[in-house]
């Protein structure tokens, strides 16, 4: 059976369609969410990932079109994932947020940001071929970013998760969680 002949369980009245995990460069989005979607058997897309496979490679698109131009076809991509109607686990490249028509798409998700300091992020941020917006001085870059950004994280999320705390699956764990508060919540109403 392929992954898109899977059945995929239906939200329960109420819930919200997908779980979207927002967050700085180097905060795990795309590790966590895919083993958030094996834990739920729901599908896993990432916004780079669906950016490359239209455009490739990141690093070469700003080259050739310039930083305005990604975020104005991240924010179409971005738009296509989170209004499709299956629910899903979607991991954001991490300036999506800066769109107000994104930050307004986010509404009826469970967004979770993943929160992180420089220092963990830094070692993970590779040679940053994917992430042209780090230029030549990535530390100075992503503290630059991350300064500009959280609080747009923090306006979007409904959970914050700080990477610092537990492993991959312990992450999952607080997801599935929160998903489950939520259901009995409304269970109760
Ligand atoms: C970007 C983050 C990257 C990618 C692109 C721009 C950003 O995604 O979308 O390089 O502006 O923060 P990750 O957050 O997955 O690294």
Excluded: N
């Excluded at 392929?2 to 700085?24: D, F, K």
């Excluded at 306006?155 to 992450?171: H, K, N, S, W």
């Excluded at 508060?181 to 409304?186: I, K, L, M």
């Amino acid at each position: 059976m392929s992954t898109s002949e899977v059945p995929v369980p239906e939200p329960q009245e109420g819930e919200p369609r997908s779980i979207v995990l927002i967050g700085p460069m180097g905060s795990g989005k795309s590790t966590v969410g895919a083993a958030l979607a094996r834990r739920l058997a729901r599908p896993h897309v990432d916004s780079d990932h669906f950016f490359v496979a239209r455009h490739g490679p990141i690093g070469d698109f700003f080259r050739d079109h310039g930083e305005q131009a990604f975020r104005t076809e991240e924010e179409r991509l971005v738009a296509e994932l989170l209004d499709a109607p299956r629910p899903s686990v979607i991991s954001l490249g991490g300036g999506s947020v800066l769109s107000t028509a994104t930050r307004e798409r986010l509404r009826p998700h469970l967004v979770v940001m993943l929160d992180l300091t420089a220092e963990q992020a830094l070692p993970r941020l590779g040679d940053g071929s994917s992430r042209p917006v780090l230029g030549d001085d990535p530390a100075a870059r992503w503290a630059e970013t991350y300064a500009a950004r959280e609080p747009l994280y923090r306006q979007c999320a409904d959970v914050v998760l700080d990477p610092a705390d537990g492993t991959i699956e312990q992450r999952v764990d607080t997801i599935v969680a929160q998903l489950d508060r939520g259901r009995r919540a409304r269970s109760d109403d």
